[in-house]
C-alpha cells in the first residue's frame, strides 16, 4: 500500500481574512481568479455543503475530477475531498485555513493530504511538482486581488446575456463548437487555430478585431458537454483583465430555444487609465468589459442563427 503525503503552502496578505476566505468560498469565481481553474459545475450546493466537479490544467494538461467541500464559515476554514481520484492520485483532500494575525494581515495556509496511485518515485515527484506550482500560483492571486485597493466585489464580477434563437439548440451549440470556422463567420474573428489535446477538450486560440480597429490575440481551454454546454477559460488576455471565464448554455425554454452567454472577470485596475484614457474610473472598465465581451457573445449568436437559416 502506497503511503500517505502532506503538503503545506502558506502566504501572507495584507488583506482580511474574510474577505480572502469569502472569495475562496464561491468556487465559481475560481476560473476568473486562479489560472490553473477551467470550469467548476455544480451537482448540489447548500451554505455548508457542496459537491462539484472541477476542471484544472495539471501538468500542462486539463483534467477534472469531482469534490465535496465542507464550508466552516464561523472557523475561516473550508474542507475538501476528491471524490473519485484519478491517477496520478490514489486519494487527496486538504484544507484552506485563513488566520488573523496580530498585525491585522491574514495568513493563509492550503494543506493537501493525499495518496499517490503508485509507489514510484517519478509518480511522486510528478504530484508534488504540480502542487508546487498550482498552490503558490493560487495563493498568489489572492495576494494579488487583495493587494490592489480595492474592494474585491469590484474587480470580480458575473453577468449574463439570455438570448432567443431562431436556430434549434444542436445547431447554435455546433456553431459555438465549431470554433475552427470563426474567422469565415464572424466578423470580430481574424484568424484561428483549435486543437483537441483530449476527447471534449479544446485548446483555442484566436485574433479578435475590437470595435475600435485594434486586434489582440487570446488562447483559451475549453470544456464541451456534447450539444448542452461550453466552458471556457481565457489564457492570454487582454491589459484590462487579470482573469476572464465564460460559459454558453443552449436549452429548449417555454418559450423556444434559447442560448446563455455568462461571462466571469477578473479587473486589472491598473490598466484602467492607460486602456480607457485618463479620468476612467473603475466603473467605466466595468462598463467597458461588460459591453464588449456581451456584444460578442451576442454577434456570434446572431451570426449562428443566421448560418443555420442560410442568410449568412
Given at each position: 500500500?502506497?503511503n500517505?503525503?502532506?503538503?503545506?503552502?502558506?502566504?501572507?496578505?495584507?488583506?482580511?481574512?474574510?474577505?480572502?476566505?469569502?472569495?475562496v468560498?464561491?468556487?465559481?469565481?475560481?476560473?476568473?481568479?486562479?489560472?490553473?481553474?477551467?470550469?467548476?459545475?455544480?451537482?448540489?450546493?447548500?451554505?455548508?455543503?457542496?459537491?462539484?466537479?472541477?476542471?484544472?490544467?495539471?501538468?500542462?494538461?486539463?483534467?477534472?475530477?469531482?469534490?465535496r467541500?465542507?464550508?466552516?464559515?464561523?472557523?475561516?476554514?473550508?474542507?475538501?475531498?476528491?471524490?473519485h481520484?484519478?491517477?496520478?492520485?490514489?486519494?487527496?483532500s486538504?484544507?484552506?485555513?485563513?488566520?488573523?494575525?496580530?498585525d491585522?494581515?491574514?495568513?493563509?495556509?492550503l494543506?493537501?493530504?493525499f495518496v499517490?496511485a503508485?509507489?514510484s518515485?517519478?509518480?511522486?515527484?510528478a504530484?508534488?511538482?504540480?502542487?508546487?506550482r498550482?498552490?503558490?500560483?493560487?495563493?498568489?492571486?489572492?495576494?494579488?486581488?487583495?493587494?490592489?485597493?480595492?474592494?474585491?466585489?469590484?474587480?470580480?464580477?458575473?453577468?449574463?446575456?439570455?438570448l432567443?434563437?431562431?436556430?434549434?439548440?444542436?445547431?447554435?451549440?455546433?456553431?459555438?463548437?465549431?470554433?475552427?470556422?470563426?474567422?469565415?463567420?464572424?466578423?470580430?474573428?481574424?484568424?484561428?487555430?483549435?486543437?483537441e489535446?483530449?476527447?471534449?477538450?479544446?485548446?483555442?486560440?484566436?485574433?479578435?478585431?475590437?470595435?475600435?480597429?485594434?486586434?489582440?490575440?487570446?488562447?483559451?481551454?475549453?470544456?464541451?458537454q456534447?450539444?448542452?454546454?461550453?466552458?471556457?477559460?481565457q489564457?492570454?488576455?487582454?491589459?484590462?483583465?487579470?482573469?476572464?471565464?465564460?460559459?454558453?448554455?443552449f436549452?429548449?425554454?417555454?418559450?423556444?430555444?434559447?442560448?446563455?452567454?455568462?461571462?466571469?472577470?477578473?479587473?486589472?485596475?491598473?490598466?484602467?487609465t492607460?486602456?480607457?484614457?485618463?479620468g476612467?474610473?473603475?466603473?467605466?472598465?466595468?462598463?467597458y468589459?461588460?459591453?464588449?465581451?456581451?456584444?460578442?457573445?451576442?454577434?456570434t449568436?446572431?451570426?449562428?442563427?443566421?448560418?443555420?437559416?442560410?442568410t449568412?
Open positions: 500500500m502506497t500517505p503525503h502532506r503538503t503545506e503552502h502558506t502566504l501572507t496578505v495584507s488583506a482580511s481574512p474574510r474577505t480572502l476566505y469569502d472569495l468560498a464561491d468556487v465559481t469565481l475560481w476560473p476568473a481568479v486562479f489560472g490553473p481553474t477551467v470550469y467548476v459545475r455544480h451537482f448540489e450546493r447548500t451554505p455548508r455543503q457542496e459537491r462539484f466537479q472541477l476542471w484544472a490544467v495539471v501538468n500542462d494538461q486539463v483534467t477534472s475530477w469531482i469534490s467541500r465542507t464550508l466552516h464559515p464561523e472557523e475561516l476554514r473550508i474542507t475538501f475531498r476528491q471524490e481520484s484519478r491517477p496520478p492520485f490514489a486519494s487527496m486538504g484544507e484552506w485555513i485563513f488566520q488573523e494575525l496580530p491585522g494581515r491574514c495568513r493563509i495556509v494543506v493537501h493530504d499517490p503508485d509507489d518515485p517519478r509518480t511522486l515527484a504530484i508534488k511538482a504540480a502542487l508546487d498550482n498552490s503558490p500560483e493560487e495563493l498568489g492571486a489572492l495576494a494579488r486581488l487583495s493587494g490592489l485597493g480595492h474592494p474585491l466585489s469590484e474587480l470580480v464580477f458575473s453577468f449574463t446575456d439570455v432567443p434563437l431562431r436556430a434549434g439548440v444542436a445547431e447554435a451549440y455546433d456553431f459555438v463548437h465549431r470554433a475552427d470556422l470563426w474567422a469565415e463567420r464572424l466578423p470580430h474573428v481574424a484568424g484561428v487555430r483549435l486543437g489535446p483530449s476527447p471534449g477538450v479544446q485548446e483555442l486560440e484566436m485574433e479578435t478585431v475590437t470595435a475600435d480597429g485594434s486586434t489582440h490575440t487570446t488562447r483559451s481551454f475549453r470544456v464541451c456534447d450539444g448542452e454546454w461550453i466552458a471556457y477559460k489564457l492570454r488576455m487582454p491589459r484590462l483583465l487579470l482573469g476572464h471565464s465564460g460559459l454558453w448554455t436549452s429548449d425554454g417555454d418559450e423556444g430555444p434559447v442560448a446563455t452567454a455568462r461571462h466571469t472577470v477578473a479587473l486589472n485596475p491598473d490598466a484602467v492607460e486602456v480607457l484614457g485618463a476612467s474610473t473603475l466603473e467605466d472598465a466595468r462598463a468589459i461588460r459591453e464588449a465581451l456581451g456584444n460578442n457573445s451576442r454577434t449568436l446572431s451570426y449562428a442563427a443566421a448560418a443555420v437559416e442560410g449568412h
